[in-house]
């Protein structure tokens, strides 16, 4: 077996122990003699590997009894349809702040639904950024607040939570539990697992019980959380193999501690930040208060040369470099399973391709 | 490793030689150095896997040009939702066939939306059955007509499909190709795919693009078949892995031929059904026109007798033998990957387990 350094944006690298594990299991998990995929979502060994998964989530995330852990289906897409739905009543406004491609994503769902006020708005500032806190205009009174935690294409993370008045609602899909963050800030947060968390087709959600139970009445039963909360995530047959590989992700996350790791991801972005800012060569797309440390998105000096660097680097191993196709350039993105030894092979080739073509 | 004979009504048995090529590819696909659960589902790895499972899934069900197939998540149960408020305009009527717990819980997230008839209704039927066609009633320009194919919980099947004047639309979660059917005789068919097809957490639609192109333009962008069709089930990041599961399950359909596998679908379940009607001890659940190929239901003369047979068979090595608890009794599903020596060591075990204590 000879793994690549990948720098997808999602779905993206997970452990490879994860992924052993998994392996070894899949056609016999723990002696049961059937897969996990094989498994009834209401029998025992099943059972033991969802609760196991919530415990976990609601652990790392230090979470309280008043928040639910779901597992949701259709991803945080699906969440941006989800949630007006659920908490934007005709007659009241939701603010959004856009900043970037998935925050403009959410608020045009949430405008199919009702209404929206953009507390802050520069999804098209370039260099990309995040709004400072100043900048962020709330409405007393609005039925909630929404930010995205970090926009995987701009590259660019918001640093501070803001004080917004209303319950705040966060789609933190690229980078959840990578960060110290204080969650009960939050009535809400959700992301895709497929960055941080596991494989596709599985969105985790923490809500405030007290949120939830705010939601419409009207909607059909698998669109309103609270079903989901009185169903412990099994009102139907939930994605048992994801949960079962979140459940595993969130284990080695235990294992490595979460303090290693937030310190290895501040590490692993600086040491290509650091790379960007030594040179004439690369420039950084975000401005500097507001880089990711999950996405570090730059540029060459032409698209020649980043096609070239593309070319070069998945030739040395380093695959999924390109940028969002809607942006174009350099893009790598560095999350909780993205190995150390991969961030150091792509500052040596970035050094040694300046050389060459600097 | 020591496989079971997994009798569960889904989650569901996968052909062993599926999960053995999913267990050598698990850490790196086909050399390409990552997890199927680790590629960008815009890479040029899975864009392979997507595109054969959908060109499988067309072939298999003989699908032409003017019908759309899409993987969708949220498994059947978002379907019933998904469906009316697509298709279930004010003012219009959409007729259900009430047949067993799927269609009923069909029916009530369609009243959620939208006003229903029920052409049929004989949910709550002893012995169990599907309704003759002479007995459903179909409205005049109703919106569409919904049937359940094969209630799981009742172990009913619906032999012949009806004539219905309006665009059929069918739930098969249960025994979608799993038997000789015409499927252009449906304007829409959907199934969750953890019993026949693959894992959990992935619908299967095949959808008529004229029925799709009627669908309310009203709605969040995720919850139109339209944007399905549009995007090629890529609008957002699908449930990959369980896609790359349902095409090997669909490759190993095309190797063991629709035809053998459907013969065999059959012999299982008479296999079984000989039994119980050779014995005065076992007493099937439906009537004998209705019964179902996938799901065999039956009962023992006491609730003890039953608890009893549970607990020997799964010492033997037969598991999830246990009817569903809202009805109780004993079910034996045998979809498409349980094998024929499973239902021949049933088989024996009943014969052996009546004489011991019939």
């Not at 953009?118 to 007393?140: F, G, H």
Request: glycine share 8%; net charge neutral.
């Amino acid at each position: 077996m000879s793994r690549i350094y990948n720098f997808s944006a999602g779905p993206a690298i997970l452990p490879l122990e994860v992924l052993q594990e998994a392996q070894t299991d899949l056609a016999d998990y723990k002696g049961s003699g059937m897969s996990v995929m094989e498994m009834s979502h209401r029998g025992k060994e099943y059972d033991a590997i969802h609760a196991e998964a919530i415990a976990n989530a609601r652990e790392l995330m230090g979470l309280g009894d008043d928040y639910a852990v779901l597992f949701l289906q259709g991803g945080a897409s699906f969440q941006f349809a989800m949630i007006p739905m659920n908490f934007l009543e005709q007659g009241q406004v939701a603010d959004y702040v856009s900043a970037g491609s998935w925050g403009a994503a959410a608020v045009k769902q949430a405008r199919i639904v009702g209404n929206v006020n953009l507390a802050a708005e520069c999804q098209k500032d370039i260099p990309t950024r995040m709004p400072a806190a100043a900048e962020m205009k709330w409405t007393p009174g609005a039925a909630y607040s929404h930010v995205t935690t970090n926009e995987t294409i701009s590259g660019t993370q918001l640093r501070d939570i803001p004080e917004t008045g209303s319950p705040l609602i966060a789609d933190m899909s690229s980078d959840i539990l990578s960060r110290p963050l204080d969650y009960a800030k939050f009535a809400m947060v959700y992301a895709g697992a497929q960055k941080n968390l596991g494989p596709s087709g599985l969105a985790l959600v923490a809500i405030r019980k007290d949120l939830a139970a705010k939601g419409s009445i009207t909607l059909p039963t698998m669109l309103k959380y609270q079903t989901h909360i009185d169903e412990n995530s099994l009102y139907n047959t939930p994605p048992c193999f994801g949960i079962y590989m979140l459940g595993l992700t969130l284990r080695w996350m235990k294992r490595k501690g979460l303090a290693n790791l937030f310190q290895q991801n501040r590490d692993k972005a600086q040491m290509l930040y650091d790379v960007i800012d030594a040179s004439g060569y690369y420039r950084g797309t975000a401005v500097r208060e507001s880089r990711s440390d999950m996405n570090v998105t730059f540029r060459l000096p032409t698209e020649e040369a980043e096609a070239l660097f593309i070319k070069q680097a998945s030739e040395a191993g380093m695959k999924q470099l390109k940028g969002h196709r809607s942006v174009g350039g350099i893009r790598a993105s560095v999350y909780n399973a993205f190995p150390v030894a991969g961030v150091e092979a792509l500052v040596s080739f970035m050094k040694d391709f300046e050389k060459r073509n600097g």
